[in-house]
């Protein structure tokens, strides 16, 4: 059934993409891996917090001004 291969040939050819299969998954493990060590370091939030800490403040002191002034409304005439 091997068509004139001998045995010995079809078990190394085997072997090698077996080998290679393996290198592959490793590669894939490793890229995998890496992706998500540098997501997680990009969207870590306490990280954020202190790159951009005044950016929020302003934002949060806005949003609290913007809704002071909606409540404060309700209450005046």
Do not use: C, Y
């Amino acid at each position: 059934m091997s068509n004139g291969i001998p045995l010995e040939e079809l078990e190394q050819r085997a072997a090698a993409q077996r080998a290679r299969i393996h290198q592959s998954v490793g590669e894939l493990k490793e890229l995998k891996t890496s992706v998500t060590e540098n997501v997680k370091e990009r969207l870590d939030p306490q990280r954020l917090a202190r790159e951009h800490f005044w950016t929020a403040v302003g934002v949060a002191s806005l949003f609290a001004l913007v809704i002071g002034h909606g409540l404060a409304g309700v209450f005046v005439d």
